[in-house]
């Protein structure tokens, strides 16, 4: 492609989707519900009443999906395995019928020439576990520790790359503190619970994934680039807070083997009183990873703000005392997020700089953006804004690359328009547009520009 910069040899692109956001079939052979099931069905919660029960109908239409990517010539698609589908209790019978699906998908896949890559929890918790307790408890860890040894025994021979967790940024703060994902709760210190075992639960998978043998291992991270709203002090100590939530909890106890020294000044009271940390927990959770995967859409601007709430027994655990602020003079997506791709070279930058030999090889995992999709006349999708940010981003990996920093795959989010969570089927993430009523496929310019790009670094 003239004038875009070239890509390391043996770079891998690909394509990513989840299970909940595209499979539909939510009832069907033996799948149990998940935290979203009944969160989407909660009156209220999700835009327009949306639900994932049909989503994209992927469980069905899996071979029409997996040749979309065969024509897009991607390396590698990154889908996730559905907990409740798999272990339909969370724990005790295996579901056969569910584990076959994927047996099925990844020998489509690896029969078109796409390298699988599997992520074993993208939010949907069977509801049975969040009945006991959910992430806030170490049983939930414990579990996924033995539904991932049982999907690595029946899979791990075929599926080269595994991701343990995705976002769980989003799984333990929005979804237990700020109440907008599944469970939608908005608690304290369950909340930072959350945070501790699903790294615990990091760790087990981890350990259950090199005991059957399989090639990598890794995690996605959504790490953001937050930047100060002034150059006051006061703002500066916000995005110190801000990072420490979004970024440091997580990096920190992985890359580092420790915990943030930040955490105190971030959560207070709700981390200082806190007895869900066990010795050898930090031993568990920084093994040592074949590569870390991240997810990264946009900056954050962060100015500080006042304590919402004084009581520690009331106070959520995503009240660190900064606000998020629009960034000025940026085109916003969608989403309404700020469209600035410099920042995502500073961000792997930083990260290299903060983390050096021990940050892994990184695979961008996610990268892509919600636009204001249109259908013209003859049926096409010309969604130049989409396609400008997809070329700017990786115009901005690229330089990451020449930087220094190591990073050795990337994957567009997404293949599909799908269930997009809380915003129900509002906002359309996908390269090709679903029509949901007769679940037409529909590539969009983004999806013929991403093919043209993979076969240019291809020669």
């Not at 109908?57 to 590698?76: F, N, Q």
């Not at 629009?326 to 469209?339: C, N």
């Amino acid at each position: 492609m003239s004038g875009f910069p070239g890509f390391p040899s043996g770079f891998v692109f690909g394509a990513a989707t989840a299970s909940y956001q595209i499979e539909g079939a939510a009832r069907e052979d033996g799948r149990g519900p998940s935290i979203w099931d009944t969160y989407s069905h909660t009156p209220g919660l999700v835009v327009n009443g949306d639900t994932g029960d049909v989503a994209c109908d992927h469980y069905h239409r899996y071979p029409e999906d997996v040749a979309l990517l065969r024509e897009l010539g991607v390396d590698s698609y990154r889908f996730s395995l559905a907990w409740p589908r798999i272990v339909p209790e969370g724990s005790g019978p295996v579901n056969p019928k569910g584990l076959d699906f994927y047996s099925r998908l990844v020998d489509e896949l690896l029969e078109a020439g796409i390298e699988p890559a599997a992520t074993l929890y993208h939010w949907d918790l069977p509801q049975a576990l969040e009945d006991r307790g959910g992430w806030r408890v170490r049983e939930t860890a414990e579990r996924f520790a033995e539904y991932t040894a049982v999907v690595a025994e029946h899979l791990g021979d075929r599926v080269p790359r595994w991701i343990t967790l995705n976002e769980p940024w989003c799984s333990a703060f929005l979804g237990y503190s700020i109440g907008r994902h599944a469970p939608g709760a908005k608690e304290g210190t369950p909340a930072l619970a959350a945070v501790h075992h699903l790294l615990v639960g990091h760790g087990l998978a981890v350990q259950a994934l090199r005991a059957a043998g399989v090639r990598e291992v890794g995690i996605t991270l959504n790490l953001d680039r937050n930047l100060p709203a002034t150059d006051s002090a006061a703002d500066l100590a916000a995005v110190v807070r801000a990072d420490t939530q979004h970024n440091l909890v997580w990096t920190v106890p992985i890359l580092a083997g420790r915990y943030a020294d930040t955490e105190e000044d971030t959560f207070g009271e709700l981390i200082t009183a806190a007895d869900f940390r066990r010795d050898g927990d930090l031993e568990l959770i920084s093994q040592p990873l074949d590569f870390l995967g991240i997810n990264y859409y946009r900056p954050i601007v962060v100015a500080d703000a006042p304590l919402r709430e004084a009581d520690p027994a009331k106070r959520v655990a995503t009240d660190n005392r900064y606000a998020e602020v629009r960034m000025p003079d940026v085109r916003e997506t969608a989403m309404g997020w700020a469209v600035a791709p410099d920042t995502f070279t500073d961000l792997l930058v930083a990260l290299k700089q903060q983390y050096g030999d021990a940050l892994p090889p990184i695979h961008i995992t996610e990268n892509g953006s919600a636009e204001h999709d249109t259908v013209s006349e003859d049926g096409a999708v010309h969604d130049t804004d989409r396609v400008d940010y997809l070329r700017d981003h990786l115009t901005a990996l690229r330089a990451a690359i020449d930087a220094g920093v190591d990073v050795q795959g990337y994957y567009v989010w997404s293949l599909l328009d799908n269930f997009e969570w809380a915003f129900g089927y509002d906002k359309r993430f996908g390269i090709v547009r679903v029509d949901y009523d007769t679940q037409v496929r529909t590539p969009k310019d983004s999806y013929h520009w991403y093919r043209q790009l993979i076969a240019a670094q291809r020669g």
